[in-house]
């Protein structure tokens, strides 16, 4: 016998960490594949039991999985911007918002899971809508702090902006219509919509 195999310790190798299946459900996600909570457990040899103590619910599992992706989504944008002052807010913003519209996995999820997506996407008692405003709280506060002054609570300004967003993803009517959009946003946050 090795000395590595004397090392070794006897029964079930160690499960995957919560992280882990987040991650694999994330792949899955961004594959246009639905996330299969079981399938997922198989893979990475966990039980359903210890997912269901982790998340409580598939909803759950995709919110977190969105929401981070959709935290790096802004995140980038927001790197990647190079204005400053009342205009940036609206042109992040409007950015975002066609990055999200534009996203090929969040279109199929949202095609093919429509109610599920909907609950998950614009429920404030779900993970990503609390997070999303309240990244979009954030970049407001920010702008704050360089004199920006909000028509109102850059909390109310982020929450309001957020809801026109999932309207904009769901609406048949007012999908892609970025300048419509555009002119909502400069209205919400009391600039020029230029």
Same mark, same amino acid.
Do not use: K
């Given at each position: ?15 995957? #960490? ?62 990647? #911007? ?12 409007? @950015? ?8 090929? +996995? ?51 300004? @982020? ?11 769901? #609406? ?10 555009? +002119?909502?946003? +400069? ?8």
């Amino acid at each position: 016998m090795s000395e590595a195999e004397i090392r070794r310790p006897r029964g079930r190798p160690s499960a995957a #960490s919560r992280q882990q299946f987040l991650d694999a459900a994330t792949r899955r996600f961004l594959g246009c594949e639905r996330v299969d909570v079981n399938a997922v457990c198989a893979e990475l040899g966990l039980s359903r039991a210890t997912v269901h103590r982790w998340f409580g619910s598939r909803d759950r599992v995709l919110g977190e999985v969105l929401a981070a992706l959709t935290v790096r989504f802004l995140e980038r944008i927001a790197r990647d #911007s190079t204005g400053s002052g009342d205009s940036s807010l609206l042109d992040l913003f409007e @950015a975002f918002a066609r990055a999200l519209a534009g996203d090929r +996995a969040l279109r199929h999820f949202i095609e093919h899971e429509r109610e599920a997506a909907q609950r998950i996407l614009t429920a404030s008692d779900s993970v990503v809508e609390p997070r999303v405003v309240e990244m979009l709280q954030g970049q407001i506060e920010a702008e704050v702090s360089n004199g920006y002054t909000p028509p109102a609570d850059p909390e109310v300004v @982020a929450y309001a902006i957020v809801r026109i967003a999932e309207s904009f993803l769901y #609406s048949d009517g007012f999908h892609g219509d970025f300048t419509r959009l555009r +002119a909502v946003y +400069a209205l919400l946050l009391g600039v020029d919509a230029g």
